[in-house]
């Protein structure tokens, strides 16, 4: 979560305030009875190179719509998954802007490692975008009433996917610059600078995951004074389009498609978020995400969050680069105060793989 801070404009004067928030070993597969290992390459199909940074996911056979296993292949193509239990499985792999590509059945015995080399054709998954006006807004139960969008949707969440198996797998530190303006009615313009350093550990991802999930779905988007900006990979999941909804059916503007969504009903207390994602038009990747904050129904607040491709090892990771957001104050408030901005600028470094 990104931590945008704003003074305390409530305090100054007893009106809403402006905080964003942006924002051991194990066993061995032969140590543990019933289990064994599966690890591989993945490569293209047309020339064996080896494929960095991309999705494999391990599906169980016997249980088709079991949540599979996922990992994100090293500098050199490989991944590995321990701890398997004995059975037969498929190697699925996920890259965005391509047709998924598909093992063979495979078996994983007791006490052993399966080696298996999975070979991915580029088949370019085609859109032909259009701008729909009307329609109701669709949540996940109904996303395939508009393949096109379901089809946009679901690419845009490959790489997604990927970000969240490479956090479980990696180490690496993440530094935050915020440059916060803010405007005063008598006192002119003060201006701060916070630095935030956080390092991402793969044991402490899923659970701070899912404590902010519930905790947005719980309260909103705003703690006393602090505003929460979700990650991407809270908006392409599933199981936010439980509470909120697609807009029919996209658009496409400067070379990226544009998801609008929206909350399906407005909160009684608390406070929401609409927005855009854009995705690009011809990798799937996400561009920008876009951010209204809503109060009984109506905009308070602004941020974005704007992201581009990062060197890791031997290729490129998508992550959130820069980013921004205003506010304008109302009522009381604009006695003491006019509004605030603030800038982000992100740095990573350190990547390091520990699984």
């Not at 390459?41 to 020339?47: I, K, N, Y």
């Not at 996922?70 to 004995?86: C, E, I, K, L, Y």
């Not at 991802?205 to 899912?210: C, D, F, G, K, M």
Request: charge should be positive; include cysteine.
């Amino acid at each position: 979560m990104h931590t945008l801070p704003f003074p305390a404009l409530r305090r100054a004067a007893r009106a809403a305030a402006a905080l964003f928030v942006l924002l051991g070993a194990a066993p061995s597969a032969a140590a543990q009875p019933g289990h064994g290992a599966a690890e591989g390459v993945a490569r293209t199909a047309a020339d064996g190179e080896p494929l960095a940074l991309l999705l494999v996911r391990l599906l169980p056979a016997a249980a088709p719509g079991a949540a599979p296993r996922d990992a994100v292949t090293d500098a050199q193509g490989r991944f590995r998954f321990d701890s398997v239990p004995a059975g037969e499985y498929r190697l699925q792999v996920e890259q965005i802007g391509y047709e998924r590509t598909q093992s063979p059945l495979l078996r994983v015995r007791t006490g052993e490692t399966l080696f298996h080399e999975i070979r991915s054709a580029a088949r370019p998954v085609l859109l032909e975008a259009v701008t729909v006006v009307g329609g109701q807004c669709l949540t996940a139960d109904r996303l395939a009433e508009d393949p096109e969008l379901a089809v946009l949707w679901n690419e845009a969440r490959k790489g997604v996917q990927t970000r969240r198996a490479f956090d479980l797998q990696y180490r690496y530190t993440r530094v935050m610059r915020q440059d916060v303006a803010t405007r005063w009615r008598i006192r002119g313009t003060t201006r701060r600078t916070e630095v935030d350093t956080m390092v991402s550990e793969p044991d402490s991802v899923a659970l701070r995951e899912q404590r902010r999930h519930a905790r947005h779905r719980e309260v909103g988007y705003m703690e006393g004074e602090r505003v929460h900006v979700p990650y991407e990979t809270e908006l392409l999941d599933d199981a936010f389009l439980r509470d909120y909804c697609l807009e029919p059916s996209f658009e496409e503007a400067e070379g990226a498609y544009v998801l609008r969504f929206r909350p399906v009903r407005p909160r009684r207390d608390g406070v929401d978020v609409r927005g855009a994602i854009h995705v690009d038009a011809e990798s799937f990747a996400i561009r920008r995400l876009e951010f209204d904050y809503l109060r009984g129904g109506r905009p308070f607040a602004t941020a974005h969050l704007e992201y581009d491709d990062l060197r890791v090892g031997g290729s490129t990771l998508r992550l959130p680069v820069r980013g921004g957001a205003a506010l304008r104050t109302t009522g009381v408030g604009r006695m003491a105060a006019l509004g605030a901005t603030a800038t982000l600028a992100y740095e990573y470094g350190g990547f390091e793989r520990v699984r």
